[in-house]
């Protein structure tokens, strides 16, 4: 009878073993698409800045200054 109890027990400790690697695999899954998210985003806000840049009247940084009086 004891040797269904270790059998039951080593069984559970298997199954909660694989599903922690299951879950840290899922975090690290979500981290790189949360860091490749947010490359994408840096690009395309960096592609913007470029754009607001080359526009006539000034950078993104300052606003276009008033037409003096």
């Known amino acids: 009878m004891a040797s269904y109890y270790h059998e039951l027990l080593d ?5 909660l073993e694989r599903s922690k690697k ?6 690290r899954k979500q981290m790189l698409d949360d860091l ?3 490359e994408v ?3 395309e806000l960096k592609e913007l800045l470029a754009k ?6 000034g950078t993104a940084a300052r606003p276009p200054s008033p ?3």
Do not use: I, V, Y
């Open 11 to 15: 069984r559970e400790s298997d199954q």
């Open 22 to 27: 299951r879950l840290k695999e899922r975090r």
């Open 36 to 38: 490749e998210l947010d």
């Open 41 to 43: 985003q840096f690009r």
């Open 52 to 57: 607001r840049q080359r526009l006539p009247g």
């Open 67 to 69: 037409p003096p009086a």
